[in-house]
């Protein structure tokens, strides 16, 4: 209360704009480690597919998997619908901008 009758408060209006660029910054970060995070995961199960695990014993990186055929094509099948919905993704905005 003594902060009120003095002035020092500071006004409504000076705490919602504060809080407000707050939470746009906030809401900013968030989408930029989103994106960041979801090309990441996506570029390492593309990764996991077309590299295969590091095999410590023989110092080598294997080019591919020695797993079952229907485990690589599952993966493969998640790569290409991963690929797939991107390119629906970019088309759509390609249409979003031509407006």
Known sequence: ISDLLSGRAKKRSEILTTASTS?????????????????????SEIEDVLIGPFDEESQELPLTREEPLSTRKRKQDHVLDYLKKIDKEVSDIQKMMER
């Open 23 to 43: 939470a746009t910054a906030s809401t900013s970060a968030v989408v930029k480690a989103s994106t960041s995070l979801i090309r990441e995961r996506g570029e």
